[in-house]
């Protein structure tokens, strides 16, 4: 029978503007292969927060330019970084598969994700999204009710709440793909994030966290492991310190004892914690990989990376 497997891919994987896109998803792609000639199932995710942060640049402000112009929100924006992220990985992971000989419908499913109205995050936003902005064009987002930070030195910039995504709207399209052996891309960005009204989905400004995101993807469609794709070969503890340490096989029980004692960045590896963990506690017997795609097939043969059981 084969592995299931859901991947997260993080900007080094993706790249962020479109040319640097195409050439990153051409190397992930051939990870990507690999996995599937490994006998993978494979279901990918993916960031967004630079290009939705463009869309909504263009869309919003370039936009007016144009005399049928009305303004674009955040989900809307969402949906378009899926749209175009997932057509240049279609391509790239088409080809890389082609070359070795192997052919898969590979497709991108447009996907909302549940978020809760009552979430936190609503009221302390963390996502930072799009250009620098002056302290006067500042002031005007403030006016619409937007949330901006300002980055010392540097400028503002909006910031919009990132919600836990609750529930995966699209999840049967995306087993129905698994189960038929293609490779599926959903959840991109985290899914277009959305608030249920009775039986109407509505989109919510805010940007879901692309590894969380991946940790519910891989629990609903009961996935053999989750692999989070990153920046780094294996996951640090005392980072920088003189006391720093790779992490490599570890148990859930140490990784929430390492989440606690604090070793992770908020905003960058705790997430890839987090989705990792829940995952694990809610699919018993599954494996958590965190590492960089350069060396995803030596880590799912346990030869690198954090792996967590
Ligand atoms: N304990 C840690 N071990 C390794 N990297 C860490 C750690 N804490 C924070 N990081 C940072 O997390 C970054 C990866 O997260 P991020 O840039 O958000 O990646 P991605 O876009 O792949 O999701 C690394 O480049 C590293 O600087
Ligand atoms: N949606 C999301 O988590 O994107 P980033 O990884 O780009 O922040």
Known sequence: ???????????????????????????????????????????????????VGMIHTAMNEFGKEHQDYTAAPMSVCSAMSQGYIGYDLQKAIREAL????????????????????????????????????????AAKERKKGNYVVEEPGKGFRRIVAAPNPVAIVEIDAIKALLDAD?????????????????????????????????????EETDADELIILTSVEKVKIHMGTDREEQLEEISVEEAKGYMEEGHFGVYNMLPKFRASISFLEKREGRRAIITSFDHVKAAVQGKTGTRIL
């Open 1 to 51: 029978m084969k592995k299931r497997a859901v991947l997260a891919l993080g900007h080094r994987a993706l790249g962020i503007t479109l040319p640097d896109q195409q050439k990153a998803v051409t190397k992930t792609a051939e990870a990507i292969a690999d996995l599937i000639e490994e006998g993978y199932q494979v279901a990918i995710t993916h960031s967004n927060a630079p290009q």
């Open 98 to 137: 082609l070359n070795r000989g192997l052919y898969r419908t590979v497709s991108t499913v447009l996907t909302q994700v549940i978020v809760d109205p009552y979430d936190e995050a609503f009221y302390t936003p963390t996502k930072v999204l799009g250009r620098y902005l002056n302290a006067e064009e």
């Open 182 to 218: 293609q490779v599926v891309i959903a959840a991109g960005g985290g899914g277009i994030p959305v608030l249920e009204q009775e039986h109407h989905l509505k989109g919510a400004s805010a940007v879901v966290e692309k590894d969380l995101a991946a940790g519910k993807l891989a």
